[in-house]
């Protein structure tokens, strides 16, 4: 090999390492919560609409609705995590506590993360249940990035 070749694939080496160690960094937290489902029919404008149970994760030791990330995260994704099939569908919503400002999905959304912020997060159900019946368990899950 000549010298150019040598020094191609050592700045080609540099590089793969600043990745690996750049992806090595990038930590999430995930929470999980389960709560009963309340059936209870109702809308809200746009996203999500019409809906016939919904359920708020709390997710903090004071056991409130309003959530506050780790330090030092970046963004958040919300996930209904419930498995009931096909029939079921849910819309997940994140409204950041500061300014209102919401993020709305099916099954999940992915929103920003600004030092200080608060949200509430509410899976709404949208089909005629069931599945599920009233009190049924809805996982809730937040994946929070850093």
Not at 7 to 36: C, D, H, M, N
Not at 37 to 51: D, E, I, L, N, Q
Not at 68 to 90: C, E, H, K, Q
Request: proline share 7%; hydrophobic share 35%.
């Amino acid at each position: 090999m000549k010298v150019n070749e040598w020094t191609k694939l050592g700045q080609v080496a540099a590089v793969a390492t600043i990745l690996t160690v750049a992806i090595g960094t990038a930590r999430a937290q995930t929470s999980t919560e389960i709560q009963p489902f309340s059936k209870t029919t109702g809308s809200v404008h746009g996203c999500p609409g019409a809906y016939t149970g919904l359920v708020k994760m709390t997710n903090n030791p004071g056991g409130g609705i309003l959530v506050t990330p780790p330090a030092n995260t970046t963004s958040g994704t919300f996930t209904d995590a419930s498995s009931f099939g096909s029939n079921y569908v849910s819309d997940v919503y994140v409204m950041r506590n500061s300014d209102y400002m919401s993020w709305c999905g099916t099954n999940n959304v992915t929103f920003p993360v600004s030092s200080g912020d608060q949200f509430y997060l509410t899976i709404y159900v949208k089909n005629n249940p069931p599945p599920p019946t009233n009190g049924q368990q809805i996982v809730a899950q937040i994946n929070w990035k850093q």
